[in-house]
T-cell receptor, first 112, second 112 residues
């Protein structure tokens, strides 16, 4: 199983860019990297997914170096509503079983 | 209407009681999952199902059982609830060959 390590918490201010790095040293060849956002008492919400290099959508960018042993979620110009816990998930897409390992999550606090 | 629904949303029960948590989805996804989340912690996988005839244990299946009644329905049972099963339970779905999951709103279960 690909275990993940993320910072426990990060503080930022409105309008700043927030970068959260997830380490996954034993990522397997077929693993994808997915990031989720979770607000208190709600289910996690899918943000972005990638396999290598860079992926960008309307809310975030995901940077994955060539060795894929880490990944960085970038949230541009955060607002107060981006205060949440962010999870990095590394999944094995093997037919024999889908072992989904969530990291401990990073609690992001956006201050005014 | 929500794509992934869970019932009940809240439940308080006593030790030794049998409890069933239900999950329904309208997304047409084949894969369904049950997770539990303890306060301040990430999500741990209990069971997952790739299709109606496929059930697999996750990281923490002891004390739980599941039933995949149809593509759209996946139920989680606690045959004899115990206090350390007090947690927030989430159901999720995903398309085959993808790991971006869609989560339900959660069921808060308290076992006294």
């Amino acid at each position: 199983l690909a275990k993940t390590t993320q910072p426990i918490s990060m503080d930022s201010y409105e309008g700043q860019e927030v970068n959260i790095t997830c380490s996954h040293n034993n990522i397997a060849t077929n693993d994808y990297i997915t990031w989720y956002q979770q607000f208190p008492s709600q289910g996690p919400r899918f943000i972005i997914q990638g396999y290598k290099t860079k992926v960008t959508n309307e809310v975030a960018s995901l940077f994955i170096p060539a060795d894929r042993k880490s990944s960085t979620l970038s949230l541009p110009r955060v607002s107060l509503s981006d205060t949440a816990v962010y999870y990095c998930l590394v999944a094995t897409l093997k037919a024999a079983g889908n072992k989904l390992t969530f990291g401990g999550g990073t609690r992001v606090l956006v201050k005014p | 209407d929500a794509d992934v629904t869970q019932t009940p949303r809240n439940r308080i029960t006593k030790t030794g009681k049998r409890i069933m948590l239900e999950c329904s989805q309208t997304k047409g996804h084949d894969r369904m999952y049950w997770y539990r989340q303890d306060p301040g912690l990430g999500l741990r996988l209990i069971y997952y199902s790739f299709d109606v005839k496929d059930i697999n244990k996750g990281e923490i299946s002891d004390g739980y059982s599941v039933s995949r009644q149809a593509q759209a329905k996946f139920s989680l049972s606690l045959e004899s609830a115990i206090p350390n099963q007090t947690a927030l339970y989430f159901c999720a779905t995903s398309e085959a060959d993808r790991v971006g999951q869609f989560f339900g709103p959660g069921t808060r279960l308290t076992v006294l």
